[in-house]
């Protein structure tokens, strides 16, 4: 009896190493039966679990030929829900049908509730083949097994739901379209989402184990390194969140605006474990607040000096107590529609951009020539263009476009008007296209000031110069190009520019032929 009392916890205590190796639930299942038959000296047995659905499904069996289910059918119906109902009724009936069908001989059966704080979880068989019966011994070790499997059904069902509430997390994470930070106590990153690999350029894949300061450096609006001059999160110890702003330079050298929100996480002691970063992309935020601030003194310089100097000149006209000369009155009045020029390009330029940036932006297609159309608009410019010299250069038999005449026409005025603004020296301006197969590419050329490469990719946002608005010398608000943009990308094509200071600049767009 010692020995036997010997065996049966060396049993447990196997299976009991088992459990604490390996949360897989089908091979543990199997470890419990097979150890529960050799312990009880019989041949055949079989874990079944109570499904959600309230049937009994078998999870592990023993000592069977084949594992058929429906085989053991007889053994899984009308259980007793209740552990106090039990033992199975009839259960030598069900016994000998299991036996037919199964073809084998099995002569004697012990069947134990699985329950998990009263509740009946599932049920455990061991078989004889010979006529031995099960003693109340034996019985009584079969319940150490079954108590051991109903704490191995436990645990792999809190680890399946703890895998099941981590892939959600994840999930959570992964498409959350803020970008998410997950730090080490050291600021090491552990994990960050793809929202976050947008923003800063850097894939989760490189980002794992580097120190938060090099891939989210934040820089002030002076763009110094506040990481590097004094790291956020050293400013937060206990408890409360930290929330810091500043740029994010990508990988590729693009700077995004982000506002980051810190938690920290500390576990039952009280020791810092994670820092959550919650990433939000301001940027678009930060430039809607800066083109505000920028258009009302932009726009309020420009519109100042073309009214003032229509007042002024129209005043002076009427002036009743002076004698003009023609030449004086016809200069004047060149200057007053030069102006309302201006200003009517100001105003019709500052729709366009609300309508762009409103999507309203509609395009009123029909066949259009454009060499006509150039030369048109150089017509235009003449007057202004005193010092410079313009020439078309167009190819021979340029077929007609499908395109919005009058805002083509405005890309040629914006180009044009620019041309001569941005080489006030002078020199040759070149309007002209050549044909491909599929497009036509469109140039305008002058040799001014030129841009600096580092600059010319800015060109095209709204409100853009490349002098400051303060020191500027030159008229304008930085809305000519990003017209131009929309026109010709509204029409299917591109733009861009070629330049190099000093040497002039060449902007070219393309149109697509039908
Ligand atoms: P604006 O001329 O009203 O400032 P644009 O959008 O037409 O606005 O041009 C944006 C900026 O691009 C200008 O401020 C100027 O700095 C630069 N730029 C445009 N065209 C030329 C050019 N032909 N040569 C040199 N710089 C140019």
Redesign the pocket.
């Known amino acids: 009896m010692e020995n036997y009392l010997l065996r049966q916890r060396d049993y447990l205590l196997s299976i009991s190493r088992a459990m604490t190796a390996r949360l897989d639930l089908p091979s543990l299942l199997q470890l419990i039966i097979e150890k529960a038959v050799e312990m009880l000296r019989g041949e055949a047995g079989l874990i079944a679990l109570l499904g959600r659905n309230g049937d009994f499904r078998v999870r592990a069996s023993y000592g069977f030929p084949a594992r058929t289910p429906q085989l053991f059918a007889p053994l899984l119906t009308d259980i007793p829900l209740h552990h106090a109902h039990w033992p199975v009724p009839d259960l030598y009936a069900r016994l000998q049908l299991v036996a037919a069908s199964a073809a084998i001989n099995l002569r004697q059966v012990v069947g134990l509730p699985l329950t998990l704080e009263d509740k009946l979880i599932g049920v455990i068989y061991v078989f004889r083949t010979r006529d031995t019966a099960f003693s109340a011994n034996d019985r009584q070790v079969l319940s150490s097994f079954a108590d051991q499997a109903a704490i191995a059904v436990r645990n792999a069902t809190l680890y399946q739901q703890l895998a099941e509430e981590k892939r959600r997390v994840d999930a959570i994470i992964e498409n959350s379209a803020d970008g998410v930070l997950i730090l080490d106590a050291e600021c090491r990153i552990q994990t960050m989402n793809r929202a976050l690999a947008e923003i800063t350029g850097w894939t989760p894949e490189q980002a794992r184990g580097q120190p938060c300061r090099r891939v989210v450096a934040l820089r002030n609006p002076q763009g110094m390194n506040i990481c590097e001059t004094g790291c956020p999160l050293d400013a937060f110890s206990k408890g409360s969140k930290l929330q810091v702003e500043g740029d994010i330079i990508r990988t590729d050298g693009h700077r995004t605006s982000v506002s980051i929100t810190y938690s920290p996480l500390f576990d039952h002691e009280g020791t810092l474990v994670n820092i959550i970063g919650s990433v939000h992309d301001v940027t678009r935020f930060r430039e809607a607040e800066e083109m505000k601030a920028m258009f009302i003194s932009v726009i309020s310089h420009e519109l100042k000096t073309p009214v003032a100097l229509i007042k002024g000149y129209a005043s002076t006209l009427r002036r009743e107590d002076a004698q003009w000369d023609e030449e004086t009155v016809r200069e004047s009045l060149v200057i007053i529609e030069e102006e309302s020029d201006r200003l009517d390009r100001l105003i019709n330029n500052l729709l366009e951009a609300s309508r762009i940036q409103a999507g309203t932006l509609k395009m009123e297609l029909s066949d259009v020539s454009v060499p006509r159309l150039a030369a048109k608009a150089v017509e235009r410019f003449r007057v202004q263009a005193a010092k410079h010299q313009l020439r078309l250069d167009f190819s021979p038999e340029f077929p007609p476009l499908l395109a919005d005449e009058e805002r083509l026409q405005e890309v040629f005025y ?2 044009l ?3 001569i ?3 006030p020296e002078g020199g040759t301006i070149r309007v002209g296209g050549r044909v491909h197969r599929d497009h036509v590419e469109l140039f305008v050329s ?1 040799e ?4 600096p490469l580092d600059k010319q990719s800015r ?2 946002e709204p409100f ?4 400051s608005s303060l020191g500027r010398r ?9 017209l131009c943009k929309a026109i010709v990308e509204g029409h299917g094509g591109h733009i861009w520019v070629e ?1 190099a200071p000093g040497k ?2 060449t ?1 070219r767009f393309t149109l697509p032929l039908r």
């Open positions: 914006n180009l008007s620019n041309a603004k941005y080489s002058d001014g000031r030129g841009i060109l095209f853009y110069r490349v002098e030159t008229q304008g608000i930085g809305l000519g190009l990003f330049s002039g600049a902007f």
